[in-house]
């Protein structure tokens, strides 16, 4: 960005893309999801890409060519141009479709999650293309419309154009940055591993005054099960093999993590919990970052209403995700949970296993040309070298291009942690969406060198 | 009962009383448990019995006294005229409020539960009242229209009327024999103490990706608290004074339980059960009958709905009974289960406990002129002893009666286990109602010898 009236112009265009509430999870806001996707398609037509709307079962997925450029890596860049429902709407200082400049930020929904990130590249793009030479390698944007809600088209999309999509890298920004000041390039995501137990007893709900003392009753053998599952010392999963293959921490990682401007106890705090707890040997940024788990999303059985029912419940069941790390197998966590759990399991019960969705967990190559490249730029935009961060959830995309298009992620956010991306008052930094602009910029060149 | 015409015409008479709908629980019906009130205390008064009805808050009461016999001991029959719901009525053989004799059995709801069983009794003084000198204590009926739903009026009514109740003993009809021609007694009743525990972490759900592995997660720590009540080895609760003071076995008991006609394995089958399980050392029936339990009736938290929600949950919770034996205290059993889990939980989370309703355990004393009267009563007409058991259930009119009028309980059941009581197609064999009359008349007059 070289003049503060082309970022204004630019801005302009952003809120253009803002005023659009594709919200895509709701079915009201169909025709502005749709109409949102064909002025994103006139947009990068106009700055001389070749866009095309691709119809989905969903939302429209939106593909965009730069212009050839033989003996030249491709860099796929992945956005989203769907948001999240605005509710609360009352709790937002100005409407969440009419883009507000306050102080040095722009506030509407969409603004960090992922309009304004994915935009900050369209810019970047449509400068070069500008220059009579553009130093740009070949360039795809992939723009969908369904992340909010599971990104269900994208897997049977990239399937079926895999031939057309052929990128040497993908460039995606739609995570955080760890601090305003620090460029932030995340490494890594755990992957996850979903699964539900059913414990069953009695025929039926059984007088706990009449029978109660003779059978195994389901929700205290579930609980048992549940309870075998760590060490509640050390934290540690107790599954035989469930840490078969997880990477341990290098001591450079771990230095870089603690150098992080991290507070335990602001985090204690800001979680409203008395004590924090989790793997022993471990910071919560590890634990969050590079350590696997085992939680319970919910347990149920029996009587749950008002005052007391005095039954022995004839089952009782709880839903699980583990969360793992390179190189962790979800199928073989799972299996190997559900025969820790067989094994163990009393002779009173019978259990029920049901295997629920998974994603493998993903680790960047640090060596790749192009997380040299958006390491160069960030450092040479903020005069500091970027961050290297975790993620401690899921980002499901990222293992689709790695599956099925065999590339691999370079991962820069320019959210800041206060962006409240799915909350009241979404914003975006302009001084950061500049430098992000930027960032792009020098980052595309040098892989067209 | 001498002839087979008599019979007949008792059995009209307690046909007139079961074709009353007095069915408590429903507003619908009202008039008619009013209905059924007032046939029974005419009934009892044409019999010659001093019969009163008192309204209560709900349901009215009837009390109706026999001839003033000084010098002679007070026994206090109670009974119920109220009935349950006949639900499914579409499974029922032949219209629930339509009395109907199919081989030796009547059919009807209220048939045993519980208006054959008091009928029997009332039956019982009215013959004898027909004789000269009438072989008869001082005899009192307290019969409730509350039962199936709570007996709530029953104890401020006792509280008010304990002057005028002041019974020797009580006689209660309204359990079951261990099998037709074994008659019984039930000796003793279970307590029950409940109370429902919540475990809270976090302010909020947290997403398990980004969060997970930082908190102690609330199910899994009430898992681990529920865990640890049992020893999974020996069945035993762990929680330090649960078993105070628990009075042992006496080996004529079990001796005489082993005998009772019982298979363990078509008990297993009836539950539904892969294996049966409990406090090692001890048979079903003791452990249902003279062993506590601590069991879970219900439990909850985070996400229950289809599929999955990968949260960590705010909070979860339990509900819990424990069923009491003699002379255990439902207080001391509640507080040293709160002291030993708020001992065990880990720092990471909050405990919330809330005591709920709690019934004394009760045993009956063996040695009381009652208890030798209904022994003597049954053994002359059955041709054998009494087989006398135990109850896992609470029945809390019993311990009402002990605490409110000072007075011990005599249960004698004529209700078969195959009775169907709370279900369609409720019967009362008409052999066991004739011996039931004669026994009610052959344990009054020893009384009042």
């Known amino acids: 960005m070289n003049t503060a009236r082309a970022l ?12 659009w509430p594709s919200i895509s999870t709701d079915p009201a806001h169909r025709r502005d999801v749709a109409g949102c996707a064909r002025w994103l398609v006139a947009h990068l037509r106009s700055i001389g890409l070749a866009a095309t709307l691709h119809p989905t079962p969903g939302h429209p997925v939106i593909v965009a060519h730069g212009p050839r450029k ?78 909010e809600i599971g990104s269900l088209s994208i897997e049977p999309f990239l399937r079926a154009h895999r031939r057309e999509l052929r990128p040497d890298f993908v460039l995606v920004s739609d995570t955080s940055m760890f601090a305003k000041n620090l460029p932030t390039i995340t490494c890594s995501l755990r992957g996850v591993a979903a699964f539900e137990l059913r414990v069953r007893g009695p025929a039926r709900d059984l007088h706990s005054g009449i029978f109660g003392g003779t059978v195994a009753n389901p929700a205290t053998v579930l609980a048992q099960l549940i309870a075998a599952l760590h060490d509640p010392r050390t934290g540690r999963v107790r599954v035989p093999g469930f840490y078969d293959g997880v990477r341990p921490l290098t001591a450079a990682q771990r230095r870089a993590w603690r150098r992080l401007p991290f507070s335990e106890d602001g985090y204690r705090r800001a979680l409203g919990v008395p004590q924090l707890a989790g793997e022993s040997g471990f910071t919560s940024l590890e634990r969050r970052w590079a350590r696997p788990t085992l939680e319970v999303n919910g347990i149920f059985g029996g009587y749950q209403g008002e005052g007391s029912k005095t039954v022995i419940p004839a089952w009782a069941g709880a839903k699980f995700t583990a969360r ?111 430098r992000a602009i930027r960032a792009s910029r020098l980052l595309l060149a040098e892989l067209a060198r």
């Open 70 to 147: 033989p003996g030249k890596p491709t860099v796929l860049i992945y956005g989203h141009y769907d948001v999240q429902p605005p509710d609360p709407v009352e709790l937002w200082h100005s409407p969440p479709f009419e883009p507000a400049i306050r102080g040095c930020k722009l506030f509407a929904r969409g603004a960090a999650d992922n309009k304004g990130q994915v935009f900050a590249h369209i810019t970047a793009v449509a400068q070069a293309l500008r220059e009579p030479d553009a130093a740009l390698p070949n360039v795809i944007f992939l723009i969908e419309g369904e992340e």
């Open 8 to 19: 204004r112009r630019v801005v302009a265009q952003l809120a253009d893309f803002l005023r």
């Open 324 to 434: 793992l790390v390179p190189d962790q197998s979800p199928q073989r966590v799972v299996a190997a949970t559900r025969r820790y759990l067989c094994a163990i399991a009393p002779p009173g019960v019978k259990l029920e296993f049901i295997p629920g969705h998974s994603a493998e967990p993903y680790i960047a190559p640090m060596d790749s040309r192009c997380m040299r490249a958006a390491t160069n730029a960030l450092r040479s935009v903020w005069g500091r070298p970027p961050v290297l961060v975790g993620e401690g959830g899921s980002i499901p995309i990222i293992t689709s291009f790695k599956r099925i298009l065999g590339a691999d992620s370079v991962m820069v956010g320019f959210g800041l942690p206060d962006a409240n991306a799915h909350s009241p008052d979404e914003s975006l930094d302009l001084d950061v969406f500049a």
